[in-house]
């Protein structure tokens, strides 16, 4: 059974910091195409950034330059440490598994597993 478990969010002030976790079980990060995805109150599901087995990289514009994607394959585990947060950077942060290897999309519905989700909350 795949599980895909989120932690470390929080609520920070405009220009702090956050790092959110994803570990897994029952599913192989270092064999899969792994991204993050956020959702606020009244908006649609985000695609904020996603990683492929090869360490290629892709970042909604919203958030190149201040978020950086990365995962332990030892720990089975992805990554997403996110700087300079700004209010509009308010969501619900979700990780989730594409099931291939290569990331072709941010397409959520195409993703095949997803975590619980995690708060984060930046207050100006």
Do not use: H
């Not at 087995?53 to 330059?65: F, H, L, P, Q, T």
């Amino acid at each position: 059974q795949v599980q895909l478990v989120e932690s470390g969010g929080g609520s920070v002030q405009t220009g702090g910091s956050l790092r959110v976790s994803c570990e897994a079980s029952g599913y192989l990060v270092r064999n899969n195409c792994m991204a993050w995805f956020r959702q606020a109150p009244g908006k649609k599901r985000e695609g904020v950034a996603r990683i492929d087995v090869d360490g290629r990289i892709n970042y909604a514009d919203s958030v190149k330059g201040r978020f950086t994607i990365s995962k332990d394959n030892a720990k089975n585990t992805l990554y997403l440490q996110m700087n300079n947060l700004k209010p509009e950077d308010t969501a619900m942060y979700y990780c989730a598994g594409l099931a291939t290897a290569y990331c072709f999309t941010f397409d959520g519905n195409l993703y095949k597993y997803w975590g619980q989700g995690t708060q984060v909350t930046v207050s100006s």
